[in-house]
């Protein structure tokens, strides 16, 4: 069996959500390896749409067992809001095909309130977060004082955890004049949660080995893109995880041999949101017109995403970082309507031309973009579903990016229903179910 990992390769919301459900049948289990309720996977079936935060994309297709790594933060809230909201809609949701890490760290009552007074001292310089909590909880994780999933299992563990560390943040909220928590009301709120969750909270590490070991299949789904990976993104305007390839092994406690190839999701354009240098941005009426096609709002903040060109030189960059080995294309429908179409194939600085992407943002907010010009496709490739039929000019769009990024495009995706999906033959593993997938689509 081929194991495969799906992640995103700009700065997030390029479809991963509709990726993963895709190729789901191909899989016994599907599991998620960073980042918080923060970032969101819109899948659409059958008509509706489905909203995704947490749980992995993969629980809308039964038999899949998803799991929730190590590498997440979760709210307890949020995540048995989004189970109800999933059960309401008749997906099925028991401690049978979902997991939860016994050592995910949990969003806690005072991690919200800390990132707000954060993002606020930081005014003009603000990294445009969600306020969430998600940044304060990665923080207290690596401070080595964090509450964990497995805290839920013991109650006088639980209590003694809550009460130290409420009293350690309260000193600082009193300080920016917000009211103190009581550290009893925090550990009633949650040893309620507990009492719900704890069917679900599981040594993940050794279930996917144990798993992997009987010859089940994996798919491993990140979240965000690279570009906002903690290490390798626009530093300081990313995520607080890590969202590239390389997350996986440690958001889930699995060697790196586990992972048999790796699918970079792309958008045809680029977007990003929140705060940060954006090169290829496009701040004119083009970019409000590519934001309305795409319905360019955030799947779980509904925020409005900035829109640019795509920029080769991030994308090549996040392909080198990943060690992708093959690309899956989103939303070309998009721009079809256009004349021209411009792809960035590099960066000025103070005019010298830069060997790739930089590592400091302010090089990054000054880089000017040099771009190639290509003719746009008149003829509509929204929901085309034969590769071979497609207009010319969108295969020489398709041939030029495989070359300035050095990855070959295995899937393009002309719609949001599973249908509307192109899969390119050759380009999969070896040991990859591709049959299952291409059943799977109109289900």
Same mark, same amino acid.
């Given at each position: 069996?081929?194991?495969? @990992?799906?992640?995103?390769?700009?700065?997030?919301?390029?479809?991963?959500?509709?990726?993963?459900?895709?190729?789901?049948?191909?899989?016994?289990?599907?599991?998620?390896?960073?980042?918080?309720?923060?970032?969101?996977?819109?899948?659409?079936?059958?008509? &509706?749409?489905?909203?995704?935060?947490?749980?992995?994309?993969?629980?809308?297709?039964?038999?899949?067992?998803?799991?929730?790594?190590?590498? #997440?933060?979760?709210?307890?809230?949020?995540?048995?809001?989004?189970?109800?909201?999933?059960?309401? &809609?008749?997906? &099925?949701?028991?401690?049978?095909?979902?997991?939860?890490?016994?050592?995910?760290?949990? +969003?806690?009552? $005072?991690?919200?309130?800390?990132?707000? +007074?954060?993002?606020?001292?930081?005014?003009?310089?603000? +990294?445009?977060?969600?306020?969430?909590?998600?940044?304060?909880?990665?923080?207290?994780?690596?401070?080595? &004082?964090?509450?964990?999933?497995?805290?839920?299992?013991?109650?006088?563990?639980?209590?003694?955890?809550?009460?130290?560390?409420?009293?350690?943040?309260?000193?600082?909220?009193?300080?920016?004049?917000?009211?103190?928590?009581?550290?009893?009301?925090?550990?009633?709120?949650?040893?309620?949660?507990?009492?719900?969750?704890?069917?679900?909270?599981?040594?993940?590490?050794?279930?996917?080995?144990?798993?992997?070991?009987?010859?089940?299949?994996?798919?491993?789904?990140?979240?965000?893109?690279?570009?906002?990976?903690?290490?390798?993104?626009?530093?300081?305007?990313?995520?607080?995880?890590?969202?590239?390839?390389?997350?996986?092994?440690?958001?889930?406690?699995?060697?790196?041999?586990?992972?048999?190839?790796? @699918?970079?999701?792309?958008?045809? $354009?680029?977007?990003?949101?929140?705060?940060?240098?954006?090169?290829?941005?496009?701040?004119?009426?083009?970019?409000?017109?590519?934001?309305?096609?795409?319905?360019?709002?955030?799947?779980?903040?509904?925020?409005?995403?900035?829109?640019?060109?795509?920029?080769?030189?991030?994308?090549? $960059? *996040?392909?080198?970082?990943?060690?992708?080995?093959?690309?899956?294309?989103?939303?070309?429908?998009?721009?079809?309507?256009?004349?021209? +179409?411009?792809?960035?194939?590099?960066?000025?600085?103070?005019?010298?031309?830069?060997? /790739?992407?930089?590592?400091?943002?302010?090089?990054?907010?000054?880089?000017?973009?040099? $771009?190639?010009?290509?003719?746009?496709?008149?003829?509509?490739?929204?929901?085309?579903?034969?590769? *071979?039929?497609?207009?010319?000019?969108?295969?020489?769009?398709?041939?030029?990016?495989?070359?300035?990024?050095?990855?070959?495009?295995? #899937?393009?995706?002309?719609?949001?229903?599973?249908?509307?999906?192109?899969?390119?033959?050759?380009?999969?593993?070896?040991?990859?179910?591709?049959?299952?997938?291409?059943? /799977?689509?109109?289900?």
């Amino acid at each position: 069996m081929a194991n495969v @990992l799906v992640v995103g390769t700009q700065w997030g919301d390029e479809g991963k959500g509709k990726v993963v459900d895709l190729l789901t049948p191909a899989f016994d289990i599907v599991a998620r390896y960073q980042g918080g309720h923060n970032a969101g996977h819109t899948v659409y079936v059958g008509g &509706r749409k489905v909203v995704l935060h947490l749980i992995p994309a993969g629980i809308l297709r039964p038999g899949t067992l998803c799991v929730i790594g190590n590498g #997440l933060v979760v709210s307890p809230e949020a995540f048995l809001k989004e189970k109800a909201d999933l059960a309401a &809609r008749g997906v &099925r949701i028991d401690e049978t095909n979902l997991a939860l890490s016994r050592r995910a760290h949990l +969003i806690m009552p $005072y991690h919200p309130l800390l990132e707000k +007074i954060d993002e606020d001292r930081r005014g003009e310089g603000k +990294i445009g977060t969600t306020c969430r909590g998600i940044g304060p909880a990665y923080e207290d994780k690596a401070a080595r &004082r964090g509450v964990r999933a497995g805290d839920l299992l013991d109650l006088d563990v639980l209590r003694a955890k809550i009460r130290e560390n409420v009293g350690l943040h309260n000193e600082f909220l009193k300080f920016h004049g917000v009211v103190p928590l009581d550290p009893e009301a925090v550990f009633k709120e949650f040893a309620g949660y507990a009492a719900e969750m704890a069917p679900f909270i599981k040594d993940t590490s050794l279930l996917l080995a144990r798993e992997i070991k009987a010859g089940k299949a994996v798919l491993f789904e990140g979240a965000q893109g690279v570009l906002l990976d903690l290490d390798h993104g626009t530093y300081p305007y990313v995520t607080s995880s890590s969202a590239s390839a390389g997350g996986a092994s440690t958001g889930l406690g699995v060697g790196p041999r586990e992972i048999h190839f790796v @699918l970079g999701v792309v958008k045809a $354009y680029t977007t990003r949101v929140g705060s940060g240098p954006f090169p290829t941005e496009l701040r004119d009426d083009l970019g409000k017109r590519i934001a309305a096609r795409g319905d360019e709002f955030g799947a779980t903040t509904g925020r409005p995403r900035r829109c640019g060109w795509f920029d080769a030189v991030a994308v090549a $960059y *996040a392909c080198r970082v990943n060690g992708i080995d093959g690309l899956a294309l989103t939303k070309p429908d998009v721009l079809e309507e256009l004349d021209e +179409i411009r792809i960035c194939t590099g960066y000025r600085y103070k005019g010298d031309l830069l060997p /790739g992407f930089p590592a400091e943002p302010w090089i990054l907010e000054k880089a000017v973009p040099e $771009y190639r010009t290509l003719a746009g496709w008149r003829n509509s490739v929204h929901r085309a579903r034969d590769f *071979a039929a497609l207009p010319a000019s969108f295969k020489d769009y398709v041939r030029t990016i495989e070359d300035l990024v050095e990855a070959k495009v295995a #899937l393009i995706s002309t719609g949001v229903e599973r249908e509307d999906t192109i899969l390119i033959d050759g380009m999969w593993p070896a040991g990859l179910r591709l049959d299952r997938v291409k059943a /799977g689509i109109g289900r």
